[in-house]
């Protein structure tokens, strides 16, 4: 069974930029799977932020965070990172890593396979 290993989360303030990572363990020799990142702010629902294919040419990205954020993965990796500029108080939450069949199932957030632990992104002044 797999795990999803995020790392970077912390306190930063408005107009900040932090990198998160997400690491499959133990690895696959290839991987197949779309990874992605879902956020849940205390009081709040799941919410989708974005996406990537297995080859690291296709992605998803949730409004909120468009023009914002990017999402990048080496084909076939078992790592992908989100790199968040511009972060705002409203991105504030906790950031989930999920993998899945695709980009489009996750986006919805039915086809998630294995969720992270979560780490925490503070903005805050």
């Known amino acids: 069974q797999v795990r999803l290993e995020e790392s970077g989360g912390g306190l930063v303030r408005p107009g900040g930029s932090l990198r998160l990572s997400c690491t499959v363990s133990?690895?696959?020799?290839?991987?197949?799977?779309?990874m992605g990142w879902f956020r849940q702010a205390l009081g709040k629902e799941r919410e989708f932020v974005a996406a990537?294919?297995?080859?690291?040419?296709?992605?998803k990205y949730g409004d909120s965070v468009k023009d914002r954020f990017t999402i990048s993965r080496n084909g076939g990796a078992n790592n992908m990172s989100l790199q968040m500029n511009d972060l705002r108080v409203e991105d504030t939450a906790v950031y989930y890593c999920?993998?899945?069949?695709?980009?489009?199932?996750?986006?919805?957030?039915?086809?998630?396979?294995?969720w992270g632990q979560g780490t925490q992104v503070t903005v805050s002044s």
């Open positions: 133990p690895g696959r020799p290839f991987s197949s799977y779309a």
């Open positions: 999920a993998e899945g069949r695709s980009t489009s199932t996750l986006q919805t957030g039915e086809g998630v396979t294995t």
């Open positions: 990537v294919t297995w080859s690291g040419i296709g992605t």
